[in-house]
């Protein structure tokens, strides 16, 4: 069975990090790209940041700089390092792997003082 699951969100306070992170099982996790989305309260959901299987990433202008995401093929895991929080980051963020249209059950992240 195809799974993602993410963790690691919870409540930061504006200018912290967080490290998202999201277990991939059921697929050869090597040979898939792998996709962070978000949706924020009111607002569509948005691709975050890309990791290809190479070595490419892709990224949300407005998270450029501050958000890198990461995998580890040994550990079927991809991580979403997320710097310099703002609170328009607010937002459900999901792990997605988008050949195989799979979703995980999101990790909620709030940045509030």
């Known amino acids: 069975q195809v799974q993602v699951v993410e963790s690691g969100g919870g409540l930061v306070l504006p200018g912290g990090s967080l490290r998202l992170s999201c277990a991939a099982s059921g697929f050869t996790f090597s040979s898939y790209a792998m996709n962070w989305y978000r949706q924020a309260p009111g607002k569509e959901r948005e691709l975050v940041a890309t990791?290809?299987?190479?070595?490419?990433?892709n990224y949300l202008a407005s998270v450029k700089g501050r958000f890198f995401i990461t995998r580890d093929n040994t550990k079927n895991t991809v991580h979403l390092q997320m710097n310099s929080l703002k609170s328009e980051d607010t937002a459900v963020y999901y792990c997605?792997?988008?050949?195989?249209?799979?979703w995980g059950q999101g990790t909620l992240v709030t940045v509030s003082s």
């Open positions: 990791s290809g299987i190479t070595v490419t990433t």
């Open positions: 997605n792997v988008p050949t195989l249209d799979t």
